[in-house]
Nanobody
Framework: QVQVVESGGGSVQAGESLTLSCVVT????????MGWFRQAPGKERWEREG??????????AVSDSVKGRFTISRDNAKNAVYLQMDSLKPEDTGRYYC???????????????????WGQGTQVTVSS
């Protein structure tokens, strides 16, 4: 059974940093296209926002709302993806979900995610 497990969330002050981690259990069906998505308070699941995606070719797409502040990286040997979040703002508050296994370019999945496996999410709260 494929498991996607996020960690690293927490409560911070505006301007501080957090690093999220996500590990996907090894399974031959799951490729290493991975991404981060977030759901703001009061928003529905279908309103989740794509934050950053890295596709199987290493192509990266990052949301304009976090560009220059967030960095996505991947460790293929560990089946892991990370999200370094700097200069956090209150509007970054939300539940962050990791997802894995997709085909196609990263940009496409940022706006219309079609990834096969999702984690339970980790909460990030940024106070002003």
């Amino acid at each position: 059974q494929v498991q996607v497990v996020e960690s690293g969330g927490g409560s911070v002050q505006a301007g501080e940093s957090l690093t999220l981690s996500c590990v996907v259990t090894r399974h031959p069906r799951v490729n290493n296209c991975m991404g981060w998505f977030r759901q703001a308070p009061g928003k529905e699941r279908w309103e989740r926002e794509g934050v950053a995606v890295i596709d199987i070719n290493g192509g990266i797409a990052v949301s304009d709302s976090v560009k220059g502040r967030f960095t996505i990286s991947r460790d293929n040997a560990k089946n892991a993806v990370y999200l370094q979040m700097d200069s956090l703002k209150p509007e970054d508050t939300g539940r962050y979900y990791c997802a894995a296994d997709c085909v196609g370019a990263a940009r496409a999945h940022l706006t219309h995610p079609n990834l096969g496996y999702w984690g339970q999410g980790t909460q990030v709260t940024v106070s002003s």
